[in-house]
């Protein structure tokens, strides 16, 4: 019997999870470990036929926490050397705090876990039990809210920043092209992994990899000190969707405490920064010109200004009023809305820097559609919600299960339009989600 595309995801899911480890690799090959924001949107693909695997997925990230609050990005929970830079590289262990029990990277990921919490809450079909499992958990992500604030944020704006790519989790968007220009790093001796597992064409180029290690090399000879690399990261970004993800996630956490009672001051000091936060964002990351949210470069003082699938994530997070809503809506719909483009585009289609086939240099990838699916229709734009949707679907069905998709719709034709990584696992969660919501 043919299989739906419901089944398909689920078995891609049921394959992608490690019983060793208890967690779920991104994909087979490219990315053989622990993913931070993949392991929490795949929790949400698992809570609609697998409540215990989403349970667990959560459980062993946030078991690999820090002492001081911090979650790092990768956890190497087996070894291989499928995948470069490994645990030998990062070499977490520099860092006084970290967890002696699980080798990591020293940098982070977008904390989705907050929100993630509530959307399996949202999810589960047995209200109480799941409510006593976020209780045993939540404390953890409260922390890593506490470490952000404390640690993030040297200007005290409410603000927190990244300083590597990788943090972003849209690893080379064209954005960073502005932060490579004021470096100048040595040309490192290394042997990519990447590369042996899918099409260069589709990865970054040996040399943004340089920028990539040497970003790392500063944080390491200071012991991943916050405080250092606030000092001297030559990459320190506030982030649009990194922001915005904290924030949807403090919304999160405070609606979950209140469900589970007591905890009155975490819910006042998650309020404060919520608050502080939301009116940092809006006042400083929304450029009226371009009519969307940008990045800021802390480090060289300036914005970035480049419309990105990143610029309008902030409507997930509910951080627009309805009149900033509207004028995003519009410029999307300009911008990466023609009819000729699948939604959504990671980077503005009408820009020099656009690359359709190229990782998060133009591609469409279904963590930012689901995303912007939920923030449009959080604002009642039912109909370009639906686009999103039906788009999501239509790319996933017509090409299967990839990691990026080209946003050209002439491309779907005849060739085969999937980039990336195949049988990806958040590609396959959220579908899931979008198919039963
Ligand atoms: C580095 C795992 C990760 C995602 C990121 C995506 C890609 C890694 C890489 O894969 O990044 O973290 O080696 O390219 O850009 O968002 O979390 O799926």
């Known amino acids: 019997m043919k299989k739906t595309l419901q089944q398909k995801a689920e078995h891609i ?188 064409e589709e990865r970054p180029s ?41 924030i949807k996630s403090n919304e999160s956490l405070i609606e979950l405490y209140n469900l589970i ?11 404060k920064w919520q608050q502080k936060s939301k009116t940092a964002f809006n006042d400083k990351l929304f450029d009226e010109e371009l009519g969307a949210y940008v990045h800021y470069d802390l480090r060289n003082e300036k914005a970035l200004r480049y419309l990105s699938s990143s610029s309008f994530a902030p409507l997930f997070a509910n951080i627009p009023d309805t009149e900033k809503a509207e004028t995003m809506v519009d410029v999307m719909m300009e911008k990466f809305g023609n009819e000729n483009q699948y939604l959504c585009a990671s980077f503005d289609p009408t820009s020099e820097r656009f690359n359709p086939k190229k990782y998060w240099r133009g591609p469409v990838w279904v963590n930012l559609n689901w995303m912007l699916y939920n923030g449009l229709k959080q604002y009642g734009f039912n109909d370009i919600a639906e686009r999103v949707k039906t788009d999501t679907i239509t790319i996933i069905e017509n090409n299967g299960f990839y990691e990026y998709f080209d946003s050209r719709k002439e491309m779907h034709k005849d060739n085969k339009a999937g980039y990336g990584g195949n049988n990806f696992s958040w590609t396959a969660a959220l579908l899931i989600d979008l198919l039963n919501e």
């Not at 009672?261 to 309020?271: A, V």
Request: hydrophobic share 30%; glycine share 4%.
């Open 13 to 200: 899911l049921d394959s992608n999870f490690k019983t060793e480890g208890e967690f779920t690799i991104p994909c087979e090959n490219l990315y053989p470990f622990q993913w931070f924001w993949d392991s929490g949107l795949i929790a949400i693909g698992f809570a609609h036929y697998d409540m215990q695997k989403a349970e667990r997925e959560i459980k062993t990230l946030l078991k690999a926490q820090w002492s001081n609050g911090f979650i790092p990005h990768i956890i190497f929970h087996t070894e291989t050397d499928s995948y470069f830079p490994g645990a030998n590289f990062h070499r977490s262990d520099l860092h006084p705090e970290s967890n002696p029990k699980y080798k990591s990277t020293g940098m982070t990921q977008p904390p989705v876990t907050g929100f993630v919490l509530k959307e399996i809450y949202r999810i589960s079909e047995v209200k109480e039990s799941t409510l006593k499992f976020i209780e045993t958990q939540i404390d953890k992500v409260y922390d890593n809210h506490r470490y952000f604030y404390e640690n993030r944020d040297p200007q005290n704006e409410g603000l927190v920043y990244i300083y590597h790519n990788w943090e972003s989790g849209t690893d080379n968007s064209p954005i960073w092209d502005d932060i490579w220009e004021t470096m100048n790093p040595p040309e490192y001796d290394f042997e990519r992994r990447d590369t042996t597992h899918v099409d260069p």
């Open 206 to 246: 040996k040399r943004e990899y340089d920028h990539y290690l040497h970003i790392i090399e500063i944080a390491k000879a200071n012991n991943y000190n916050d405080e250092k690399i606030a000092e001297l990261s030559p990459f320190l970004v506030q982030d649009p969707l990194f922001n915005a993800m904290l």
């Open 261 to 271: 009672g007591g905890n009155e001051n975490k819910i006042k000091q998650l309020k």
